[in-house]
């Protein structure tokens, strides 16, 4: 199937964000929200975004570190690359550890370590903060709602990726015409925002990941309490980032399993 891929900006020209549909599907499309981990906007999660676009869906992955279309220059693309590199080498536990961490950092050569600093100082504003990214969310579900002919009108999905998996389900609580909403391995949207959700969602998580893991439970409760559907998938053995297949991390057969979840979950409650 060949594909149709465009840089778009919206918002009025404020974000921007990689699309992906089928060139010869005819008549609109449902479209997929995908929501990029921490590490920005980058090749692995536009690879992604694409095999959305394969199976039938308008995919957009928006660039939440961009404004007007440029990053600033921690989160540069390269930038980027080199700070995964550093943490794909070191592991998680350095990467949560500040100890750790900065016991690495002094291993580096002093440019690459100033840069690197530079970048995981900027990445960890951002973590902290999620909410600060929900309108440049909502500004892309609006796109592909209202802006955008190939899918206007359509129903909206989103998914996203540790840092974007939490974004997932906070927009889940700030969209109340998103159709479903997929959470791998993200964290938990607040409880006194659970009462606002109004689609699906659905969790997929690494029975390894123990800071999710731990939060997985009150979440669970949080989301039954206020009547909300909510069904987890967990993988054990899986780690953190277990779909993320150019990472240490990537466990092959909770990704297949995983992968061919979603897809139901967008034919269900997408259709098209």
């Known amino acids: 199937m060949g594909l149709r891929i465009d840089n778009v900006t919206y918002g009025k020209g404020e974000y921007s964000g990689y699309l992906a549909m089928p060139s010869r599907a005819a008549g609109p499309l449902p479209a997929v929200v995908v929501i990029q981990e921490a590490w920005g906007l980058d090749e692995h999660i536009e690879d ?3 095999r959305f676009a394969l199976a039938g869906y308008a995919a957009l992955a928006p660039d939440l570190y961009a404004s007007k279309g440029v990053r600033p220059a921690p989160f540069a693309r390269d930038r980027m690359a080199e700070l995964l590199d550093f943490v794909n080498q070191h592991g998680a536990p350095v990467f949560m550890d500040e100890s750790k961490r900065q016991a690495a950092l002094a291993t ?10 530079e970048s995981l100082a900027t990445l960890f504003g951002g973590i902290r903060d999620l909410g600060a990214y929900v309108p440049a ?10 802006d955008n002919e190939r899918t206007r009108g359509q129903k909206i999905g989103s998914i996203g990726y540790c840092m974007g998996g939490g974004l997932s389900g906070l927009l889940a609580c700030h969209d109340p015409n998103l159709a479903a909403a997929c959470i791998y391995y993200g964290s938990a949207p607040p409880a006194d925002l659970v009462p ?4 699906p969602v659905y969790g997929f998580y690494g029975g390894n990941d123990k800071r999710i893991m731990d939060a997985l439970p009150a979440f669970t409760e949080a989301m039954a309490k206020a009547g909300k559907q909510f069904e987890s998938q967990v993988y054990g053995g899986a780690e953190h980032a ?3 297949d150019e990472r240490p991390s990537y466990h092959v057969a909770a990704s297949r399993d995983a992968f061919a979840r979603t897809l139901e979950v967008f034919r269900r409650h997408l259709g098209g």
Request: net charge positive; glycine share 0%.
């Open 48 to 50: 992604v975004a694409r």
């Open 108 to 117: 580096l050569p002093e440019d690459r370590r100033a840069r690197v600093s």
């Open 137 to 146: 969310l909502l500004a892309a579900t609006a796109y592909l709602r209202e």
């Open 196 to 199: 606002r959700i109004a689609c």
């Open 242 to 244: 277990f779909f993320n």
